[in-house]
Each structure stands twice: as structure tokens, then as C-alpha cells.
């Protein structure tokens, strides 16, 4: 079954065609919405994929001696956006294949053209329009679109999209990984029509240690010869025209006194994309964030990182987080709680969050997929990781909230994993060297009470992150005040992870880990904090996590229960001892 399979993995691999590079800003264009109620047949051995069943032709009876094995009509119905795993209760744990299907009318017009775009499936989708294939992408986390304007038809269309999210030892992430793996049509869906020629995409940001000079370009597509592009900002009466080469491309640039953004005043201006036949506006955001030896500058001016990690997760309701009502719910927490700083752990999560913080006046750590055991030396990984880091940074570029960029997380050192990721990182840059370049290291020397930074990786990093969970894993080697960290790298840190479970309402001893009371993690809260104090090239923290989320990987029935229960709140929201230590922390310490 197993050889088969490969076979049949590896033949699609081969013949499919991938997904496009994707128009950026997608929420200003116009569309129309494909999400609502999708048609499903759940596929769990995946028979579907193979020639004899051909799944994705929908084949209806013909004549009296004929019948077909499956149909759309008559099973369940699915909500699009939304993972799969909570739309039934025998799917909750479910890693497979669903079939989706939505049927549309178009109509024609010709002096347009039209892309289906899908906000995120996880984890691989191969997409069919009227039973043909128009391709595949695999990554849970980012878009992908396909140019439609030649292949729709007059009327009804229909389109079935294969998804598959068994974990592959070399996808990215890989196998084990502390979340839910919830499958399906996770994001919006979307048909965008834009005219023949059309902005695609653009990088309008303040140039690195900048604060006067926006440097970026636009890309415009479908162009045969020089187009005029004009980069608008009302507000600050900027009015910048540029012709592109023959290929659609201009440099962007201009001098100007922009007010800043910063958590305190998130100041956000209307931007204006213009050509002869297109137009496309959105708010954006300016300022810059350098290092100067252990200090982060926002601004110029040094700034102390009040963070969160959280999952894109609706607790209570258990599933993927995936609208602006949503986003709202995550980040208001958030705010409660005193942050100025988000890591959106431990993917690119949806665009309401990434816009809705940055109006909100958060930071970010935004985070690559790659995730602890993942398979370097595999060349199909390798690409998959390559390209989903441009994915990442072409949606998210122009969010001048974003200030981290961050490979990886808890990945082993060794000589293979430090050139690849040490590449990554350079990549990265390339891309965009407007941001940090950074990771969530988990590897240090434990003295018995002296801790030293030893990763070669740093060397690559402009800002270390550290998951360390002292006090938790394997208890305290010594008392929390007379911990000292010791860093070679004159770089700042961030505590990218730390934290404790504990059982909102369960009361117990403060000193017996196995307790899973609040009051435990209540105080490894004030020992991390003791700990903390003492760490001169500290310039941030960002606790693990907002909410309990649920995990496949947490089996204790009493304690857990699928739920990792770190958060400082419960998944009903209600607030655990040690939210009230943090949040204390965080409203008596300075930016
Ligand atoms: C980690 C991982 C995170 C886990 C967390 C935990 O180091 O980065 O994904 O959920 O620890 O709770 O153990």
C-alpha cells in the first residue's frame, strides 16, 4: 500500500503544475467572496487521488447499469474558512485528505482578468477548475492564486480542491510539532478580477536607519512596454510618479518627514498604488528598528519588547482562528495584559491578525514553519522552505509592524542545520534587510547556575531569541536570583519562550511542578522575572503563551487532555495567578 502510495505521490509531484506567485494586498481588491458553505467527501486512505476514481471529475450516473461510488450531494457540508478537524466530532484528530467542492457563476468580461486565490490551505491542495487540475501548493500557512481568465467558462463553474494534511517527515513543519495539525480551506477563498494590466506587487517601507527616505518598488504585470506608476500619499501630500522598465519594475523612492509609527501611536497613512488602468490603496505604517549592541532602537530610541506568543487558535471554541472578530479577541487579550510586542507563533498567520495588530500598535515576530526536527538535508524541503519564506515576507512586507523575521524554531544545532539556516538568513536579507533577522534557539550551556550562550548561529542573527524553560524542564538548577546568563555576541536577546502549565481553578502547592496548580505557575512567573532582572542584554520577553491551546502531543487525562495548558489564561479566557504577575511586570516596565 505504502509503495503505491509513494508512487502515486511521487507521479503527482512530477505532473502537477504549482500554484503562481501571488498579487499582494489582496483585501483591496475587487472579488468576490468564495467563502461560505464548500461541499466535502471525506477521503481518509485517499482514494480519491487515484486514476480508476478520479475523484475531482464529479462523474454522475449515465445510463441504467452505470453508478459512481462517491458524490458531493447528500454528504456534509463545510464552512470555508475553517479547518475541517472541528466541523465533525470523528475528524477532531483527523490527518487525511477532504474534498472540497463550491460551484460559481461567471460572467465574462473582457477587458478583465481573474484569479482564484486562496488565503491558506493546510497543508497541501491541488486545486481543480471544471476537472482540470490548474495546480498544487503545499504550506499550511501562505497564499497562493491561479490565473482563471482563460479557463472559466460562460455560467456555472466548478471548482474541487483536493486537501491533504498528513504530516510528511520532510514537509515543513515536519512530524512532531505541539499544536493541533487543523486541516482544510483554513482562510479565506477569494475570485479577485483585476484589469489586463495590473499592480501585482510593491515594497513601500523607510530604507534601514532611515527615517526619512521611503525605499522599495512596484511590479506591475501584464506590461509590454514602460508604464507610469504614481505612489500616493494624501495625507502627507506625496505625490511620486515613476515609469517601470519594460518588465513592469520601478524603484520607489522619496525623502520625506512621515510621522512614525510606534506602539504608542500607531500611525498608519493612506498609500495610493496608481497606474493608467489600475489603482490599489491600503494603509501603511513608517519607522525604523535597528540594533546598536545589546539596545533595539524603534526609532532611534531604545525599546524594551513586552511580548506574547499565541497560536492561531480560538480557544473556546477549539478550532483555527481565522476571522477580523477573531484576531480582535487575540489581540485585545493582548493588550490587557500591557504588550507592546506579538510572536505569532509558529507560522505566518492570517492577515486579519498581522493588520489588525499593527493598527493596534503591536510589534511582531513573525515566524517561519520550520520547526525542531525538520529535515535539512532533504532538496525537496530545502525548496519548500525557500519558497515559503518569500511567500511569508511578499504578504507581510509593507506591515512595518513586523520588526522579526524568524527562521526557525528550536532546531538542533549541528553543521548542516548552521550553514542551512545561516543561507536562510542571508536570503532572508536580500529579500528585505529592513527588519531583524532572528530564530527561537533552545540550545545553551547550563552551569549550575551560570547559563552561556554557545550557538553558531547566532553569528548569523540580528536579534538572539531563546526559548528556556527553567523552572519547568527539569526544575531550577539554582536559586532564580543567582542565575546569571552570560553572552559573548554583544547582541540583544529576546526570551522568545518560557512558562509552565497549570490548570485554571486548580489550587496547590507553589514548589511541586506535578501539581499543575496555578499557584505553581504563579510562581515560577516571579522566579523567571527574579531571573530575568539579571540579564543585562535582555531587550525583550515573550511568555509562553496568551491561551491553553489544544495539542495532540499533551496526553495527561486529568491535566491535560489535548490541551497544553501554559497559558495565562484559560481557554475560556479566564485569567490564571500568574497573568496578574505578568501583567504587573509589564505596566511597571518602561518601553
Ligand atoms: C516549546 C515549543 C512550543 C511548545 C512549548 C511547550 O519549546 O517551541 O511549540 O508548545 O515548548 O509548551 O513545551
Redesign the pocket.
Same mark, same amino acid.
Given at each position: 500500500m505504502s509503495i503505491i502510495r509513494n508512487f502515486l505521490i511521487l507521479f503527482f509531484t512530477i505532473s502537477s503544475l504549482h500554484s503562481q506567485s501571488f498579487m499582494v494586498n489582496v483585501p483591496a481588491r475587487q472579488q468576490t467572496s468564495l467563502n461560505g458553505k464548500w461541499k466535502v467527501i471525506i477521503d481518509p486512505v485517499d482514494v480519491g487521488i487515484q486514476k480508476w476514481k478520479s475523484l475531482y471529475k464529479d462523474k454522475k450516473p449515465k445510463g441504467k447499469s452505470s453508478f459512481v461510488e462517491y458524490s458531493f450531494d447528500g454528504g456534509p457540508v463545510f464552512d470555508v474558512p475553517g479547518d475541517f478537524n472541528s466541523q465533525l466530532p470523528e475528524l477532531k484528530f483527523y490527518e487525511s485528505t477532504v474534498w472540497y467542492k463550491k460551484e460559481i457563476q461567471i460572467v465574462k468580461k473582457k477587458d478583465k482578468r481573474l484569479f482564484l486565490y486562496f488565503d491558506a490551505v493546510n497543508y497541501h491542495a491541488d486545486v481543480y477548475l471544471n476537472s482540470e487540475l490548474l495546480g498544487s501548493h503545499e504550506g499550511g500557512f501562505t497564499p497562493f492564486q491561479f490565473e482563471v481568465t482563460d479557463l472559466v467558462k460562460e455560467g456555472l463553474n466548478s471548482i474541487i480542491v483536493r486537501v491533504n494534511n498528513e504530516r510528511q517527515p520532510d514537509g515543513v513543519p515536519a512530524m512532531g510539532?505541539?499544536?493541533i495539525n487543523y486541516g482544510g480551506i483554513t482562510r479565506d477563498v477569494r475570485l479577485i478580477e483585476t484589469p489586463k494590466i495590473y499592480i501585482d506587487d510593491y515594497f513601500i517601507q523607510l530604507e534601514k536607519s532611515n527615517k526619512k527616505h521611503v525605499l522599495g518598488y512596484v511590479k506591475i504585470n501584464g506590461v509590454k512596454k514602460p508604464e507610469k506608476v504614481e505612489v500616493l500619499i494624501p495625507e502627507a501630500k506625496i505625490k511620486h510618479t515613476v515609469m517601470t522598465d519594460n518588465k513592469g519594475y520601478a524603484v520607489v523612492k522619496f525623502n520625506n518627514k512621515l510621522k512614525l509609527w510606534s506602539p504608542d501611536d500607531p500611525k498608519l497613512y493612506k498609500v495610493i498604488v496608481k497606474t493608467a488602468t489600475d489603482k490599489v490603496e491600503e494603509n501603511i505604517g513608517f519607522r525604523t528598528i535597528e540594533t546598536k549592541g545589546e539596545d533595539i532602537l524603534l526609532n532611534g530610541k531604545s525599546v524594551f519588547l513586552k511580548g506574547i506568543n499565541f497560536h492561531e487558535e480560538n480557544a473556546s471554541r477549539g478550532n483555527r482562528a481565522y476571522s477580523e472578530s477573531d484576531a480582535l479577541q487575540l489581540l485585545t487579550k493582548a493588550k490587557e495584559l500591557g504588550c507592546n510586542f506579538i510572536r505569532t /507563533?509558529?507560522y505566518p498567520q492570517n492577515e486579519h491578525i498581522v493588520r489588525l495588530a499593527e493598527k493596534m500598535g503591536f510589534m511582531l515576530w513573525e515566524e517561519m514553519p520550520v @520547526?525542531?526536527t525538520i529535515q535539512f538535508k532533504n532538496k525537496s524541503t530545502s525548496k519548500l522552505i525557500h519558497s515559503t519564506l518569500k511567500e511569508m515576507i511578499k504578504r507581510d512586507k509593507n506591515r512595518c509592524a513586523v520588526v522579526i523575521w524568524s527562521i526557525s524554531?528550536?532546531t538542533h544545532p549541528g553543521k548542516l542545520r548552521t550553514n542551512f539556516l545561516s543561507n536562510l538568513a542571508d536570503t532572508c536579507r536580500g529579500i528585505d534587510n529592513t527588519r531583524f533577522v532572528s530564530s /527561537?534557539l533552545?540550545k545553551y550551556k547550563k552551569g549550575k547556575s551560570v547559563m552561556t550562550l554557545d550557538d553558531d548561529l547566532i553569528e548569523k542573527l540580528d536579534v538572539i531569541g531563546l526559548?528556556q524553560?527553567l523552572g519547568?524542564?527539569g526544575g531550577w538548577p539554582a536559586d532564580p536570583k543567582d542565575i546569571q546568563w552570560e553572552s559573548k555576541y554583544n547582541k540583544p536577546m529576546i526570551i522568545s519562550?518560557y512558562?509552565a502549565?497549570a490548570m485554571y481553578g486548580r489550587h496547590g502547592a507553589k514548589d511541586v511542578a506535578s501539581s499543575w496548580s496555578e499557584e505553581y505557575q504563579e510562581q515560577l512567573y516571579k522566579d523567571q522575572l527574579t531571573m530575568q532582572k539579571n540579564i543585562s542584554f535582555l531587550r525583550g520577553t515573550c511568555a509562553?503563551?496568551l491561551f491553553d @491551546?489544544r495539542?495532540s502531543l499533551r496526553l495527561h487525562p486529568t491535566n491535560q487532555n489535548y490541551w497544553?495548558r501554559?497559558g495565562l489564561l484559560s481557554e475560556k479566557g479566564y485569567r490564571k495567578k500568574a497573568w496578574y504577575v505578568l501583567n504587573d511586570f509589564y505596566k511597571s516596565k518602561k518601553e
Open positions: 510539532y505541539d499544536w /507563533a509558529h @520547526f525542531q524554531n528550536e /527561537a533552545h526559548n524553560y519547568w524542564y519562550e512558562g502549565e509562553w503563551i @491551546f495539542s497544553n501554559k
